[in-house]
């Protein structure tokens, strides 16, 4: 059972930091309220073991205090019907106020307080404010995996308050579940499949998978640096002359490692980054001048194909090529079918870090791989194998304490 679940609440009054930034439209209704809908079950846990809830989120990035537009009041309607009952609000998160609604909240009954960044103690993790947070439950439950890498006051300080009565919720301890399948006990073969557009900002995460990962897909803009550093022709296709050293670097890390570096073959070519640009298909290490590459090709598809079908845990980060436009969409497209025919055969995959997450959602095909992070930034961090303040603080009995 999860640790969560194992938890009573009964008469207990939780305080629980959810992400609940959401995007809002002009007339300040939400646009996707998915970020709501995955912290459901935590609040609906806590509030029919017979406990209440006080929940905390930031939304947006106000800069000098309360902001119209970046007010959670306007979530209260939304949430209110997604739960069935009526939620309070406080239009503070601290003070005098906040402490009497928290105080006089009911088994059952759920209170969202404003946007934790209209101070901007949140986000510098001020040890006080997190303590005037803390006098507000007996509990302190974080399920906000989008904000675990920061070590803010809701996120991380706060938790100092709580000694043992505090944990995950259900959404931030699947998030760990998840990546832990990946990278502490993975069922191999296990491949990583790393694409976007540049090297640089995936450098760390590609390094910390060597030690894991039996093979290691390159695909997306990141790839031509790779070619070009092997002295391919690759056009004006979108190149990182200053990792140029890099690249040749992990492309000799891999043979010391005995992982198998997948670069791709062929390539997709455009005369121009347009979706009614000319398109054709040629060699990656070929591509003639004034042409780019903005898809992986055929071959490639094939060979990175046969490799997901072959692994029994998968790692998809970014994009193979631009696959915001349609004319360049294929190669992406057919990796992410790759990722859910193997899921099928019993693959565990993990999908995490931005636009890997808006391709598979783009077709649709989220609900057919094992887990689809929430976490952009987290998520990567947690790749890269840097330990996040945000789970410390709960793992710690101690808490998270700034050195
Ligand atoms: P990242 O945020 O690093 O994962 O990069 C994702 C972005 O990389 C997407 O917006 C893609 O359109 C872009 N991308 C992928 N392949 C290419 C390419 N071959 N050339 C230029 N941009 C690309």
Redesign the pocket.
Known sequence: MSNFQSINFNNKKALVRVDFNVPLNDQFEITDDTRIKAALPTIKKIINDGGSVILMSHLGRPKLGPEEKFSLKHLVDHLSSLLGISVKFCDDCIGEKANKMASELNAGEVLLLENLRFYKHETSGDINFAKQLAELGDFYVNDAFGTAHRAHASTTMVANFFQESKSFGFLLENEINSIQKVLDAPEKPLTAII????IS??ISIIENLFNIADNIII??????TFIKAQEGKVGN??VEDDQLETALKIIDLAKQKGVNLALPTD?IIADG?SNDANRKQCKIDDIPAGW????IGEESIETFKNIVLASNTILW?????????SN?EDG?KSIALSVVEATKKGAFSLIG????VAAINKYNLANQVSYVSTGGGAMLEYLEGKRLPGIIAIQQKEGFRIS
């Not at 695909?219 to 031509?224: E, I, K, S, V």
């Not at 780019?292 to 898809?295: I, K």
């Not at 870090?353 to 890997?356: I, L, P, Q, V």
């Open positions: 694409g976007g557009a540049k900002s995936k695909g997306g803009g990141m790839a031509y296709s979108l390539t980054f780019m590459g903005l898809d980060n970014g994009p193979m090529g631009v696959f915001e436009f360049f992406t870090g931005g636009d890997s």
